[in-house]
């Protein structure tokens, strides 16, 4: 049995810990702030309460897994729910789309909506990716990547040259396609020039799994992995800092916190490895993304009816994710900005002709600043900077042969079903007890 000291207590560190612990070994995880979560917890005031993240996740197999692997099964502990439509696009032109996730068909009918012929030319952008998917499920996502043992075509996928714009302007004419397509990487701070063509697999993904979220907030899964560990017997270190990991003849041997050294057989960062010295070296070609601005809303009376998550393109570009709970008579809506913000946001949003500035009762604004200061690094993980970023960041292994990566920041990247199975790959390369 090995002991395990496994840094920072995001949906990273929780799925990790929980894995190693389940495969036999003695897990510490030491957390800084005072309660767990990271990213995936609640911002709460005056009865309003709002995920601080994530509000779905697509993928929910890679959750059902984690459940499943280290005790009881999701839905013995949590409803995961399937939501219809993955998002609403408005454009500045005044049209818009519903996008629904889960079938291909569905996703045919609404797009064409846009114009005659272009839910074909959506369809077959997003079918493009069925072959990327096979590959990197195999090899990349539920294995770790090896060159020496995954296929040719594994790899050169993964160090191919062509970046998202330019695979974006190959297949869809229509601009506004573009912009759907484009988002979920705009709207994680990411340059399109910067982003390897493979990474729109996602669209693919959402297409055919949809999106799912927790009844209550996406956020009360962190309650539920709380109590996995107990029941794992994971020791829960909470506002400790990891200041470094402790190296001896390559290897390491401690976790330094604050409070001491905690003595430690394999080490796993679940957070930007950049904060921990004995790593940095190994990471100086990255930097991270940084998140959005955010402004979470406690509305009472009469709002617009919009549904789970509306784009509002443009620059600024906004979004507006309207599943937090409220106080009766009461909205709560979180809304995220992204570009030229020069003014403030819920006067950028009435621009857009969501005019809620008289139902404001409650704002809690965070800048992206407060984000990475409150979380101790993003959550969004590693900025996409070409094609090298994808060996520039750790994970599942390190070059110190005991130190493992998971989280974010690690492979293979940001967003819950990503970071759920960066746990999987850690797992798999440390083993069993
Ligand atoms: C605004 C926003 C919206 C998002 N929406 C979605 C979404 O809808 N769907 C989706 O799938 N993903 C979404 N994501 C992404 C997703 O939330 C993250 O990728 C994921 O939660 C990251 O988990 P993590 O454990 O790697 O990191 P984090 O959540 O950042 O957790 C890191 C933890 O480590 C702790 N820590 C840091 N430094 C130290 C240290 N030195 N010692 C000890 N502890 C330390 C931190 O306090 C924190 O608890 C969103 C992210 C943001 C910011």
Redesign the pocket.
């Known amino acids: 049995m090995a002991r395990v000291v496994v ?8 799925a990790t810990a929980a894995r190693l612990a389940k495969l036999g070994h003695e897990v510490t995880l ?4 005072p309660q ?5 917890s609640f911002v709460e005031q005056d009865g309003f309460r709002w995920d ?7 993928l929910p197999a890679a959750v059902r897994d984690l459940f499943r692997k280290t005790g009881r099964p999701l839905d013995k502990e949590i409803e995961l729910v399937w939501q219809e439509v993955l998002r609403e696009h408005r454009f500045e032109d005044g049209s818009s789309v519903a996008l629904p996730g889960g079938t291909r068909a569905a996703q045919l009918e609404a797009v064409d909506e846009l114009g005659a012929g272009l839910g074909q030319e959506w369809i077959d952008y997003v079918a493009g990716y069925a072959d990327d998917w096979e590959l990197l499920r195999r090899d990349y996502l539920e294995r770790p990547w090896d060159r020496d043992v995954a296929p040719k075509a594994t790899t050169a996928l993964l160090t191919g040259r062509e970046m998202m714009h330019k695979r974006l302007k190959r297949t869809l004419k229509d601009e506004r396609l573009r912009l759907m397509a484009g988002f979920p990487f705009l709207l994680d701070g990411h340059e399109l020039r910067n982003v390897p063509a493979w990474l729109g697999v996602t669209a693919y993904v959402e297409q055919n799994f949809g999106a799912w979220t927790v009844p209550g907030g ?1 956020a009360r899964l962190t309650a539920v992995l709380g109590d996995r560990l107990a029941t794992r017997k994971v020791e829960v270190l909470l506002s ?4 470094d990991v402790v190296l001896r003849d390559g290897r390491a041997v401690a976790v330094r ?1 604050h409070d001491g050294d905690l003595d430690a057989d394999i080490v796993v960062s ?3 490895p950049r ?2 010295p004995a790593l940095v070296r190994h990471v100086d070609r990255t930097m991270p993304a940084i ?2 601005v ?1 402004s979470y809303l406690g509305l009472s009376g009469d709002v617009p009816e919009l549904g789970p998550e509306v784009v509002f393109h443009g620059d600024p570009t906004l979004v507006v994710r309207t599943g937090g709970q409220a106080p009766a008579g009461g909205t709560a809506w979180t809304v ?1 900005g992204r570009g030229k913000l020069a003014e403030d946001i819920v006067v950028a949003l009435a621009r857009k002709k969501i005019d809620i500035r008289e139902q404001v009762e409650i704002r809690i604004d965070r800048s992206p600043r407060d ?1 990475v200061e ?8 590693v900025l996409w900077q070409g094609r090298g970023t994808v060996r520039h960041r750790l994970g599942p292994t390190t070059p110190i042969p005991n130190v493992y990566a ?4 690690a492979t293979p990247g ?6 759920g199975l960066s746990a999987a790959l850690v797992a798999q390369a440390v083993g069993p007890a």
Do not use: C, K, Q
């Open positions: 840094v920072g207590g995001g949906y990273g560190g929780l030491v957390e800084r702030n767990l979560g990271g990213a995936l601080a993240g994530p509000t779905t996740t697509m996406m400790t800092t990891a200041e916190t679940a957070i930007d904060r921990l998140p959005p955010i995220l984000l409150e979380w101790g690094g993003s959550p969004l993980g998971a989280g974010a920041h940001s967003g819950l079903p990503f970071v």
